[in-house]
C-alpha cells in the first residue's frame, strides 16, 4: 500500500467559495502529480513538481493552483469553486529518474461544487 | 503529443474468459510500460510493468505481451474473475524529459459471474 493521503475524500461547496484539496506523502518522494478524473474516465495530468519549490502546469488547462513548500506536502487550491469544477482529483507521487517506475496515487477527493 | 492509444474503451467477458486490452504507442523513446488497475471509488494501483527489452512477462493470471516492431503492448487477463472488474491504463514513460508517464484513456473491464 502507498502511502499518500489526500483530505478531505468528500467535498460538497458552494459556487465561489474557496477551497484546498490537501495531499500527504510519507515515501519522501520528490515528485508529486495532481490529475483529474471524471469517474471510470481518462486521468488528467493538471499539475506536477519535481521537489520543492518546483511547480509545473500539466497536459490539462486548471484553474486551480499547486505548492511545495515541503518535499511531503502537495496542496491544490481553487479561488473560486465552479459547478465546472466538479470531479475527482487524483493527487500521486514517485521517485526521481530511471529508477522511479512506480507512480502511487492516493484515494482521491471528491469535489462537487453547488 | 506523445499519445498512448487504448483499447477497447469497455470490455465484457464471462468469468474463466481471456480478457485482452491493447494499446499502441508512438514515441520510441518510452522506456518502461506499466498498466493500472483502478476500482471504483479508488485510485490507479500498478497492477504488472514491462520493459521493452523482453516480449512478455507474466504475473498469476496477469500477462503483458509487448511488440517493440509494431509499437503495441497488450495486457491479458486469463481466468477473468468478477473481482478483476476494474478499469485498467496502460502507459508508458519517457526516458528524457523528466521521465514523464503519459497514460491511456482506459478500459473498463466488466467480468459477468
Known amino acids: 500500500e502507498a502511502d499518500i493521503y489526500q483530505t478531505p475524500r468528500y467535498l460538497v461547496i458552494g459556487t465561489g467559495k474557496k477551497i484546498t484539496l490537501e495531499c500527504s506523502q510519507t515515501m519522501g518522494h520528490d515528485k508529486m502529480y495532481w490529475y483529474q478524473q471524471d469517474p471510470g474516465m481518462e486521468l488528467h495530468l493538471i499539475h506536477y513538481?519535481?521537489?520543492?519549490?518546483?511547480?509545473e502546469k500539466g497536459d490539462l488547462s486548471s484553474e486551480s493552483t499547486v505548492s511545495r513548500i515541503r518535499t511531503e506536502h502537495f496542496p491544490l487550491t481553487l479561488e473560486s469553486a465552479r459547478p465546472s469544477h466538479t470531479s475527482q482529483y487524483l493527487c500521486a507521487s514517485s521517485d526521481v529518474g530511471p529508477l522511479g517506475n512506480t507512480i502511487y496515487f492516493g484515494e482521491g477527493s471528491w469535489l462537487t461544487v453547488v | 503529443q506523445q499519445q498512448v492509444k487504448q483499447s477497447p474503451q469497455s470490455l465484457i467477458v464471462q468469468k474463466g474468459g481471456i480478457s485482452i486490452i491493447n494499446c499502441a504507442y508512438e514515441n520510441t523513446a518510452f522506456d518502461y510500460f506499466p498498466w493500472y488497475q483502478q476500482f471504483p471509488g479508488k485510485g490507479p494501483a500498478l497492477l504488472i510493468a514491462i520493459r521493452p527489452d523482453v516480449s512478455e512477462k507474466k504475473e498469476g493470471r496477469f500477462t503483458i505481451s509487448f511488440n517493440k516492431s509494431a509499437k503495441q503492448f497488450s495486457l491479458h487477463i486469463m481466468d477473468s474473475q468478477p473481482g478483476d472488474s476494474a478499469t485498467y491504463f496502460c502507459?508508458?514513460?519517457?526516458?528524457?524529459?523528466?521521465?514523464?508517464?503519459?497514460f491511456g484513456a482506459g478500459t473498463r473491464l466488466f467480468v459477468k459471474a
Open positions: 502507459a508508458a514513460r519517457g526516458n528524457t524529459g523528466g521521465f514523464k508517464t503519459i
Open positions: 513538481s519535481y521537489g520543492v519549490n518546483s511547480t
